[in-house]
């Protein structure tokens, strides 16, 4: 599974998002991002440990935190995160249930 995660604090964002425990993988950065285009991190996810449902709920908590942080400096903000399951099926993180990031974890 791959999540593509845009913004300006993408990196941070990915490196707390692989830091949830019961996810496994890596990530890289898109090169050569050009002035005034968003910094975007592809995350590659090899294993999932635990629940899929915990793993849901914990990735829609990563999700709503960037989502609602102030756009100050202090805050992060990242502006859309995609889900690619192993098997093509894609899932914007904007307005996603918690059951349907399950499902796709579950792809």
Same mark, same amino acid.
């Given at each position: 599974?791959?999540?593509?995660?845009?913004?300006?604090? &993408?990196? =941070? &964002?990915?490196?707390?998002?692989?830091?949830?425990? *019961?996810?496994?993988? %890596?990530?890289?950065?898109?090169?050569?991002? =050009?002035?005034?285009?968003?910094?975007?991190?592809? &995350?590659?996810?090899? *294993?999932?440990? *635990?629940?899929?449902?915990?793993? &849901? %709920?914990?990735?829609?908590?990563?999700?709503? =935190?960037?989502?609602?942080?102030?756009?100050?400096?202090? *805050?992060?903000?990242?502006?859309?995160?995609?889900?690619?399951?192993?098997?093509?099926?894609?899932?914007?993180?904007?307005?996603?249930?918690?059951?349907?990031?399950?499902?796709?974890?579950?792809?």
């Amino acid at each position: 599974m791959k999540i593509e995660i845009q913004g300006q604090d &993408a990196v =941070k &964002a990915t490196e707390e998002l692989l830091s949830i425990e *019961g996810l496994e993988g %890596d990530y890289e950065t898109v090169s050569e991002v =050009k002035r005034g285009e968003l910094l975007t991190t592809i &995350a590659t996810i090899v *294993g999932i440990v *635990g629940g899929t449902m915990a793993i &849901a %709920d914990k990735l829609y908590q990563w999700f709503q =935190k960037y989502q609602n942080s102030s756009p100050e400096p202090v *805050g992060a903000r990242i502006e859309k995160v995609l889900i690619v399951s192993s098997n093509g099926r894609r899932l914007l993180l904007r307005e996603a249930t918690i059951e349907q990031i399950k499902e796709i974890l579950e792809d």
